[in-house]
């Protein structure tokens, strides 16, 4: 299946959170099951900014090879706006809950790695059970200039990006000479 729109508008998360009216804030929608894409169509189609963060899975089926793109963070659509915006998407029956943000500038800035982290086209993988890891920053590839962690699977590495407001995160893997360590 082709990749629907995942984010709109196209520039939500290529500049700092600044958003052009103070009423607006990130909201987390908690979706009813398996409604993450038909939520984002609905706000796509009233035009309210979304983000719904995707990965792709590819299986056999029934002999052939399926590519899917699923939810990363299944059950979960981030929505920039204002209270407005949030009952719009309340009327679509798709939302179970609406989470409040504390830090919204801190989610802005998570979302922003992990939508960077899927434009580079590496294959990306949903984490669920965050793990510690050493801090590192990648210097080098399509993904420099990121910050996350990485965690050694055997002879593989995987950087990862969290999430702080729901605990989980996507990882990537990528080789040792690309990062560098840094503070934490």
Known sequence: ?????????????MQPFAPADPSWRWWVLHTRPRAEKTLARNLLKHQIAFFLPLFQRSQRFRGRLVTS??????????????????????????????????NGEELHMDLARVYHLMSSGAPLAPEDRLLPGTPVEITAGPLAGLE???IRKGKRLKFIIEVHFLQRGASVEIDSWMIEPRGS
């Not at 299946?1 to 998360?13: A, I, K, Q, T, W």
């Not at 981030?78 to 798709?94: K, P, V």
Request: aromatic share 10%.
């Open 1 to 13: 299946m082709p990749l629907e729109p995942f984010v709109y508008p196209d520039n939500l998360l």
């Open 69 to 102: 793109h699923l939810p990363l963070f299944p059950g979960y659509v981030f929505l920039l706006g204002d209270n407005q915006a949030r009952i719009q998407s309340l009327t679509t029956n798709t939302v179970a809950q609406t989470l409040h943000v504390v």
């Open 148 to 150: 996350g962690k990485i």
